[in-house]
């Protein structure tokens, strides 16, 4: 177990590894409750997150998700987000734990000039995901939902093994899985059910361990690591979730279009190592001995059998063409520039 | 969780089996626990002083990386080389296959290894691991 942001989460059940691998190869069941829900309804609720956020959320259609930012003014990355919208009025806004006081605030004072109410909801749901190439055939047979039918980032209201959830084709894994989110009183019947019915298929339970290791192959920032308040999405290679050409203005319209005409001053790679240490948060990046970034996550890649690394390098340091190293507690280790993702899963 | 009564134990979560003037060093399921699955053990080379208390190597798991401290004074005469194909047996078996360095240490007055005065029983170190949660 491990504090994290106020809640106590399990770091792992037993091997992070193993967990990590049956998320890959079958099927892992993650208990996500910590996460912020901040339900945005009415008429205006549309408007409302297409001013508040850097997406175009009024032209979600009901039953789609979409992952999102919310910047300062200043362009600055508060959280990164998904939008469901559950309905024609009704968005449900999924916050990192950490930040969801922050979201809720902006939320509510950046809808207050349209017909919206924002709530913060946290209290009400619990988050069970169940993520890996098994998600789908196992959860089939507890539910009514037409699965088959149900698109990525795609999601319904359903019954799981006789529980109401807002069931949800999402994740953090780079696999195909669900997100279900359910009352905080089902929340055990639910996860005692998925597990019971996964277990023959090879699931187990997966901590936040595994959870990073995942996210990591497959190329997915995490706030605070790859993501904060001092980059817009444009440096982490994101800027694609800013929609200048949606209808009215956003928050942070002005800096987020001047960013986005400029060259950016450092860009988000991925970096592979032929070294038994990691690289970790926060050593540093040289390109031909010269400092030239930071590494922002690594980890063991269980997949690749060889540590990764995301880090943002200098827009100067021309790393195309330079040998990179890591330093890692005073040694010099070679570094390979390597495409994001490093894992993704075969369609 | 096993505290095998045997060995002698650090706050550093090191054990310490004794034949003799060599001690044997590895660390305690508890530690291997709390680090998560080993994915590389650094070791001292073989003829190092090493001294109690100070760093002499690091364990790197896949979440963290931790300073391996060496639990007593002396000359590293052996190092477990199989930990460099499977680092992972310091999970799986820390008090046995997971062994990490072996030390010549000195003699004391009665010619029995002289240990630092501050190493734990299993049962010390029991009551160390139930006050750390």
Redesign the interface.
Known sequence: MTSFAGWQMPLRYGSETAEHQAVRHAAGLFDLSHMGEIMVSGPGAGQALDYALTGFLSGLRPGRARYTMICAADGGVLDDLVVYRQGEQEFLVIANAANTAVVFGELLSRAAGFDAAVTDATDDYALIAIQGPAAASILAPLTELDLDAMKYYAGAFGDVAGVPAWVARTGYTGEDGFELYCRPADAMRLWEALAAAGGPAGLVPAGLAARDTLRLEAGMPLYGNELGPDMTPFEAGLGRVVKFDKPGDFVGRPALLARSLASPDRELVGLTLQSRRVARHGYPVFADGIPAGTVTSGAPSPTLGQPIAMAYLTSDADARDAVLTVGIRGEVVPAQLTDLPFYSRSR | MSIPAELRYTTEHEWVSVEGTLASVGITEYAAQQL??V??V?LPSVGTAVTAGEPCG?V?S??S?SDLYSPVDGEVTEVNTELEDDPSLV?AEPYTAGWMFRVRVAQDGNGDAALPPDMLSAAEYEELTKSAG
Request: net charge negative.
């Open positions: 998560g699955d994915v590389y650094s690091e790197e896949v979440k990386v999970n």
